[in-house]
């Protein structure tokens, strides 16, 4: 793309072009992860769907490379293409909360943190992901998961609507009554069929929850994880706890002892009553003792950012997931394997529940294909060292791969790693592939938004 592209799009277009001769150019590229170093031609950052509107027509008419920004959380780096263009929604980091109808509308380019601070103020809040700075946009439209979903399902189960500027630069408001199947298609379908000006929640009275971790010796993993296969599904709807093997961080709360040893572990959240919270916990001594057991009540917002310290933006990550229904046998023996052989402190393994209310909707219901899936598990090689990037990434990629055979099949599809292939993105949206296509075909015919985990339109 050349400098008098970047120029007329300066005068089209109401705000700021930035471009690489600019000062503030080098922040602007900058993303959560950063094995990721991509320089676009131009980043445009928008404040209302108006200007998302004019700068889609831009693009589109000059035949230029498209991305969107919406947290600029995503590992592969979806939200920035080399030489393109990217709409950078971060300036529209708006919240308003109707405290009557328990509803929040948020900007397209807000975060968790900004949601879950302005509903909390009335003692509300709806399912989201784990670190406060990940963007709404691409949590939501990948499906969202987190503490509150065994309670209150997926993040885009609370999906009420969606304001949406499409490929030919139209806006439509996406509903159950309104452009149902689009608004089908965005519940799970990333960001193939337009920009989200903004997102409308349903709310659910939730305020101060129990946070827990527990950790045990990596000698017990094996009957941990044969203990927590079977107890976390059977327990009430209130409790989330998903399971790590990790690298026990160096402060607090964990006692000195346990910091820097390779364990196992289940991070905690209880969203029921505080009364009867130690009978919630009861039964984490019977795979084995603890070496660590913290509980402590803590409002909701502060849960969604305790891990925020750990891994601040600007890491080197790979990622790589996948749904289970079970943890079979075989698959307790890899991860024993992979976690005593953890190459780097802040490489980790999550199992994610998204059983309970997340299993709540039918198969068919929205683009979201696993509903029978009991975990969400994502394999994470991280690190801020640029020189381990690639130990990192073979740990991440070699667990997964002898992980796979024990998984269903598929993944979800914010935790697909850079380079996977198409047939990835198929087994994501298993039996629902068909008829994102046929969506993606009606709303976006020549895929003009390829920059993400690409559904191709339909022939
Ligand atoms: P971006 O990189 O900005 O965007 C990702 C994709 O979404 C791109 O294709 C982009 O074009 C598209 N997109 C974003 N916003 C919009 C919009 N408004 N309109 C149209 N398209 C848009 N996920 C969970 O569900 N639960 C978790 O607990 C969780 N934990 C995480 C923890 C960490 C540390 C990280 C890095 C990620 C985590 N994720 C989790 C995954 C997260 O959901 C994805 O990385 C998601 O893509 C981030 O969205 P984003 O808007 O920040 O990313």
């Known amino acids: 793309m050349d400098g008098t592209t970047v120029e007329a799009m300066r005068t089209a277009l109401r705000g700021p072009v930035i471009g690489p001769q600019d000062p503030e150019y080098d922040e602007a590229r900058k993303i959560y992860n950063a094995m990721i170093d991509r320089r676009p031609a ?12 004019n700068a889609v027509d831009f693009i589109r008419d000059h035949g230029l490379e498209l991305a969107v920004r919406g947290g600029g959380h995503s590992g592969p780096g979806l939200c920035l293409v080399e030489d393109g263009v990217t709409i950078d929604l971060s300036p529209m980091r708006w919240v308003r909360v109707d405290p009557v109808a328990k509803t929040a509308q948020v900007g397209g380019g807000a ?17 989201g992901g784990i670190i406060s700075t990940t963007g709404v946009g691409g949590l939501t439209l990948g499906g969202g998961h987190g503490y509150l979903t065994r309670k209150y399902g997926l993040t885009v189960d609370n999906l009420l609507s969606a304001d949406v500027v499409l490929a030919d630069g139209s806006f439509v408001t996406a509903s159950e009554d309104d452009h149902q199947d689009l608004f089908w298609a965005l519940r799970g379908g990333g960001g193939n069929f337009g920009v989200v000006t903004s997102f409308t929640y349903r709310l659910h009275p939730v305020h101060t929850v129990v946070f827990g971790v527990t950790l045990w010796s990596l000698d017990s993993i094996g009957d941990v994880l044969q203990w927590y296969r079977d107890f976390l599904p059977s327990a009430p709807e209130d409790l989330y706890g998903f399971f790590a093997g990790l690298v026990v961080p160096p402060g607090p709360p964990f006692p000195e002892e346990i910091h820097g040893r390779k364990m196992c572990g289940v991070v905690w959240c209880w969203t029921g009553d505080l009364d009867v919270v130690d009978k919630a916990f009861a039964a984490v001594t019977d795979p084995a003792p603890p070496a660590f057991h913290f509980t402590a009540p803590l409002p909701y917002p502060a849960v969604q950012s305790t891990f925020d310290e750990l891994i601040p933006t600007g890491l080197q990550w790979y990622w790589r997931g996948d749904f289970f229904d079970r943890i079979t046998d075989g698959a307790i023996d890899v991860h024993a394997k992979y976690v005593e052989g953890i190459p780097t402190d802040l490489c980790t393994m999550h199992l994610y529940p998204v059983d309970a209310a997340g299993q709540r909707a039918g198969q068919g219901d929205m683009a979201w294909a696993y509903r029978d899936a009991v975990w969400s598990g994502v394999i994470g090689g991280i690190d801020p060292d640029p020189a381990n990037a690639e130990t990192v990434r073979r740990w991440a990629v070699d667990y997964w791969e002898e992980l796979h ?5 598929g993944a979800y599809v914010n935790f697909l790693g850079a380079g996977e292939s198409q047939d990835r993105v198929k087994t994501t949206y298993r039996g629902n592939y068909d008829r994102l296509a046929q969506i993606k075909r009606t709303y976006d015919a020549d895929n003009l938004f390829h920059a993400n985990q690409n559904i191709r339109p339909a022939q």
């Open 405 to 409: 055979p024990h998984s269903m099949g």
């Open 111 to 127: 975060q968790l943190g900004d949601l879950d601070h302005a509903a909390h103020a009335f003692g509300l809040a709806t399912p």
């Open 42 to 53: 131009a980043i445009v950052p928008c404040r209302d769907a108006g200007d998302v509107m």
